[in-house]
């Protein structure tokens, strides 16, 4: 269960890269049918990616895992598309621990679903943890969404990791900007 809801956040990241980028399938993933309560319309046409190449993201796990991470470092590439509100954004700290946010956004606070995806992964000794939510365990608030930022907060509920080992609650915020 747990590998299918890896591959499908996994499989968000790729669809909005594609959508971003302009091609025939990123354009046919926008053109389908209505949009559900709380998400951005699709337009049925590919919106400009905006420029964002600096940014942070901070994340608080308690439960199993007790531990604070700044991602200090906006990876490449940052894809975010103001006007369809898409976003596939991903912070990493020097460990090469990531924070990722991947999907479409407005402002306000939104559950993640098949069509927001939040993930995170944690060193912890030797090993990556990884957690990701795409079915309601967190919630994502957007604050700022304009040509030059997006800013926002998430918090998890009883998340549990990829691999069912550990349960977390979490929050954290993120930002990227021109």
Known sequence: MRRGRWFVVMASFVALACTASGSAVGSALWSGGPSSPGT????????????????RADATLSG????????????APAIY???????????RTDLYESLSLAGTVAIGRRSTSGGLALQFTIQQGAQLIAFASDAGECSVRIDALDEATVRGSFECMRLASVDDERTVDASGSFEASA
Do not use: E
Not at 81 to 91: R, Y
């Open 40 to 55: 951005v319309p699709p337009t049925g046409r590919v919106g400009r990616a905006a420029s964002v190449t600096a940014g």
């Open 64 to 75: 199993d895992v007790d531990v604070a991470r700044t991602y200090a470092h906006l990876s």
């Open 81 to 91: 598309v103001p006007d369809v509100g898409a976003v596939t954004l991903t912070w």
